[in-house]
């Protein structure tokens, strides 16, 4: 990737078929790496919560928490499209509270979009967000704001009403003027049916391969996450190799090992001479 990444792009990227790539990144170091790999688009996520903070969940994280992690993000992106996830009560509690601290991840973290988790119910929170020029991202298929409500971490589609509800859902986000939509967790073939029918592009994560791009959690990816998931890949294995060299580190302090000469500093003789 070459220049920095717009709507636009995106948008041009599904209408050729190319796939778009998308990771989550939570601080700064991370932001920089991701960026220099290419990355097409990258999402502060409210994920940050059980990736980063110790959190059971999204539910906790605050508008405040999101804001200090998307600043730090912010400065280690230069190519990628930034995105901020809206995190719970951001704005399911009125258009107005949505729309200012939209505007605060805008002004303050520096993004290009939020995301909200949602379908028909945010709809009309989102259209007024788009035409007052804040650019949205929408969620839908398992959410995991809604955790609770689904009795699974996957959206259990069983019967025609719920397979109809969501793709309804879907055209109607894109209808309100949304420029993306991220599919989660939901079969395959009802991921197919949502890309072929909507304009704008689906991101997937664990929705298939019929996605116009795929989203990864960066810690899945590194395999720095505490647990394995169905719809993730590893692409390395940081937390063994992170321990290692830690338990090295302690050992070579223990012993005497750590720190050698060469890693200290000199004063000149003449001044050592004279302090003695």
């Known amino acids: 990737m070459t ?7 995106l948008q041009k990227m599904t209408d050729d078929g190319e796939k778009i790539s998308m990771v989550t990144a939570y601080d700064y170091p991370m932001a920089l790496l991701v960026d220099r790999a290419g990355i097409d688009t990258v999402l502060v996520g409210d994920s940050v919560g059980d990736n980063m903070l110790g959190y059971s969940n999204t539910v906790p994280v605050t508008m405040d928490e999101m804001i200090h992690h998307t600043k730090a993000v912010r400065r280690g992106l230069h190519q990628a499209f930034l995105v901020g996830d809206m995190p719970f009560l951001s704005f399911q509690v009125s258009t107005e509270k949505a729309i200012e601290n939209a505007g605060r991840f805008m002004k303050e973290g520096g993004v290009e979009a939020v995301k909200l988790e949602g379908g028909e119910e945010i709809a009309d929170t989102l259209h007024k967000m788009v035409k007052l020029g804040i650019a949205v991202m929408g969620h839908i298929g398992f959410t995991p704001q809604r955790e609770a409500q689904f009795g699974a971490r996957r959206l259990n589609v069983s019967d025609e009403d719920t397979a109809r ?4 859902d879907a055209k109607i986000l894109e209808e309100a003027g949304a420029f993306s939509i991220v599919l989660e967790k939901m079969p395959s073939q009802l991921a197919q049916i949502i890309s072929d029918r909507l304009t704008i592009p689906t991101i997937g994560i664990g929705s298939g391969v019929h996605c116009d791009g795929q989203v990864l959690v960066i810690t899945d990816i590194l395999g720095l996450a505490s647990r394995e998931f169905k719809h993730a890949k590893r692409y ?19 012993s005497g090992l750590f720190p ?17």
């Not at 050698?260 to 003695?276: I, R």
């Open 3 to 9: 220049g920095k990444m717009t709507i636009s792009q």
């Open 165 to 168: 509800k969501v793709l309804n």
């Open 236 to 254: 390395a294995n940081l937390s063994e190799i992170i321990e290692q060299a830690v338990r090295a580190y302690h050992g070579e302090v223990k």
């Open 260 to 276: 050698s000469e060469e890693h200290g500093f000199k004063m000149k003789d003449e001044l050592l001479q004279n302090l003695k």
